[in-house]
């Protein structure tokens, strides 16, 4: 029971293109980190055809020999040993065809189509050696640790969104932008579970240690669909089942704002070649504000304690031998109080809700620096709900950026505290980056990392005119 709540692992996160956050040429890219963002591009439309992103960390396991460079196929996947709270997390999103237009200089919409996944998974400390084969092996190398705790929750979704954006305040001094994105999402499958305060005894009988579990409690559950997928149901009826007639609609939001301060002497022209300049960018977003609704698995479960007597001999011939769920709840109902079904119930999973802070300061000479500050909010709303959260926290990503290439290197500070150097190259239309360049270099450092490819179509020509050269005007005063 412990071991099997203990090896949980990931969480999903949200759309980190971290190496555009910020930019001014991110277009569509741009929404899912500030929806005022879009009307500040000097371009009237960019299509976003396809795009993937992928982040993950984790100190559940460590993974040797590979990276994303070839050869593949050796790597070597190894539960790893690291002291303190276990985490892992994972973010993916694919968009397709996100797209914005802007109606003018002072208004502009977007517009997708995403298929999401977030999700988190934590424990209390445990060590962890790859000899352990059993219980009682487990309780041996964690004799310091009386009470054990985990949590995972983990959602996949798609979503339709609409965005509009638009200038609501302008003076010789800044420019004032504000925007919403509403979508509509349909859960698509979703995990939860927690284990709290699990306590083990450790006994002894003459040279051998024994342990006992003497509290505990649990609930555990996943999403109905997974229980309609029938063998005996056509390929196109198990799909209409699972991504729709067995699943729920939700609602989710983005709301946020920029303020950019102009350089001396900018005044309220709109057709200024440099309209979108500015010396300062502060933006500050609330995103992912919603929720998704399953219906409980029929295996989807509970109990309030553990009953008397449960030892590291009894837990070992409980679980040693199971083949599917059903066998696990008919061996763990024989060792718990108050064990009760929650099949058909309804629960939530809250998405990665979330307030950014993002600066961005032009340098001169097409270089950038954009600082993205992103605070979790998931426990703050969640109640009694489930709620995921995001793995980033700080990235501070110089860039040095024209119309149709780029160069980028984020360094990110994240929630569990690892610090990661990535980096981006845009080429026209392509925009390609990795969260972690140990990803490529190391072969010993695959288990944090990920990477993000665009494909993002824009016209050659801009809304303001080609500019031009003002080395012989008067300056401003």
Known sequence: MLLAFGSLGTRLDAQDYHAVEGSSMAGSLGIGNNPASIVNTPYPWDLDLISLQLQYGTNFISIFNESFLPPYGKGLLEGSNASGKRFGDMDFNLNLLNGRIALNRLQAVGFGLNLRASGHAQASPYNYVDTIMNPTGFFNSNQGNTNYNGYFTGTSWVEAFLTYSQTIFEDNAGRLNAGFTVKATRGLAAGV??????????????????????????????SYNFDDWQNNKSSYGNLRNFLITDTRGGFNFDIGAEWLIKPRGISIDNYRDDY?????????????????????????????????????????????DLHNFNQYNDSLS???????????GKFRILNPARAVLNIDRPLGYDFYLNLNLSINLGQILSGHDAYDQELNLLTVTPRWETNWWGVYMPFQYNVEHQFLVGGALKAGPLLIGFHNWANIFSRNKMQNGGGYLALVIKPFSKITPKKSDKRLECPHI
């Open 193 to 222: 579970a927690e284990l709290n305060n699990a306590e083990v005894l450790q006994g002894s009988n003459g040279t051998t240690n024994n342990y006992t579990v003497t509290n505990g409690s649990a609930h555990y559950g996943y």
């Open 276 to 320: 979108f300049d500015y010396e300062w960018k502060i933006g500050l977003s609330f995103l992912d504000l919603g929720h998704n609704q399953f219906i409980y698995g029929s295996q989807s479960h509970y109990f309030t304690s553990t009953a008397a007597n449960v030892t590291d001999s009894v837990l070992d011939q409980k679980f040693n």
């Open 334 to 344: 024989t060792i718990v109080n108050g064990f009760n079904s929650i099949s058909q």
